[in-house]
């Protein structure tokens, strides 16, 4: 019983300071110095929510973002495999960025 009681503490402060340490480290973080980095339609994010057991936050894609006034993203729309949900930046995670491609660029091909 009291190996139960030790490996469930192990798991939660595993998972205490996944969440506290290594998820934040996943977003590079550019607040000032690049404005560039808002959010797009079509990435890949992971939807943080300390309240889900460890291992159950969603995965979903950005549908919709909404600027503010000065220009810069602060809320999205994500579809996940079940629902469409509004989250706001900060509660997002950034697995894999849009890839977009410049279509005013000149065509090398001739």
Same mark, same amino acid.
């Given at each position: 019983?009291?190996?139960? +009681? @030790?490996? @469930?503490?192990?798991? &939660?402060?595993?998972?205490?300071?996944?969440?506290?340490?290594?998820?934040?480290?996943?977003?590079?973080?550019?607040?000032?110095?690049?404005?560039?980095? &808002?959010?797009?339609?079509?990435?890949? !994010?992971?939807?943080?929510?300390?309240?889900?057991?460890?291992? *159950?936050? #969603?995965?979903?894609?950005?549908? +919709? !973002?909404?600027? !503010? %006034?000065?220009?810069? /993203?602060? @809320?999205? /729309? /994500?579809? @996940? +495999?079940? *629902?469409?949900?509004?989250?706001?930046?900060? %509660?997002?995670? #950034? #697995?894999?960025?849009?890839?977009?491609?410049? %279509?005013? *660029?000149?065509?090398?091909?001739?």
């Amino acid at each position: 019983m009291q190996e139960m +009681k @030790t490996d @469930t503490d192990l798991g &939660n402060h595993f998972g205490s300071r996944w969440l506290k340490e290594y998820i934040p480290a996943l977003q590079e973080r550019h607040k000032w110095s690049n404005p560039n980095g &808002n959010a797009q339609v079509g990435d890949l !994010v992971l939807l943080v929510d300390p309240c889900f057991p460890r291992g *159950s936050w #969603l995965l979903g894609r950005i549908i +919709k !973002v909404m600027p !503010v %006034k000065d220009g810069l /993203v602060r @809320t999205a /729309v /994500v579809k @996940t +495999k079940s *629902s469409n949900l509004i989250r706001r930046i900060q %509660k997002l995670c #950034l #697995l894999e960025e849009t890839r977009t491609i410049q %279509k005013d *660029s000149p065509d090398d091909s001739g």
